[in-house]
Nanobody, 123 residues
Framework: QVQLVESGGGLVQAGGSLRLSCAAS????????MGWFRQAPGKEREFVAG????????NYVDSVKGRFTISRDNAKNTVYLQMNSLKPEDTAVYIC????????????????WGQGTQVTVSS
């Protein structure tokens, strides 16, 4: 079992930036794919970004490409989501996710979920 704890959410103006962090424990961090989902009120959870074990391969939903960057620090068991040029439609609870050991970054079949951190973008 992998435990995930997000931090870094908050209120930011449109066009601003925010960096989310996710600390992982209970697994071999360097051997698991990590990612981020988000969920806005009244909407289904949406995949945002994923990153391979090495950090070399990343995937993004089209709506955040060029604005968001996912990265990881395996020495710190932490994954990050740098969010730039934020828009009001980015407002959501952002949820850190992880896959079981042996799964590829390909596909959105994440197995472990954090509790989420609120990101609010004002206009």
């Amino acid at each position: 079992q992998v435990q995930l704890v997000e931090s870094g959410g908050g209120l930011v103006q449109a066009g601003g930036s925010l960096r989310l962090s996710c600390a992982a424990s209970g697994g071999t961090f360097s051997s698991i794919v990590m990612g981020w989902f988000r969920q806005a009120p009244g909407k289904e959870r949406e995949f945002v970004a994923g990153i391979s074990t090495s950090g070399i391969i990343t995937n993004y939903v089209d709506s955040v490409k060029g604005r968001f960057t996912i990265s990881r620090d395996n020495a710190k068991n932490t994954v990050y989501l740098q969010m730039n040029s934020l828009k009001p439609e980015d407002t959501a609870v952002y949820i850190c996710v992880a896959k079981r050991v042996g799964r590829s970054v390909r596909g959105n079949d994440y197995d472990y979920w954090g509790q989420g951190t609120q990101v609010t973008v004002s206009s």
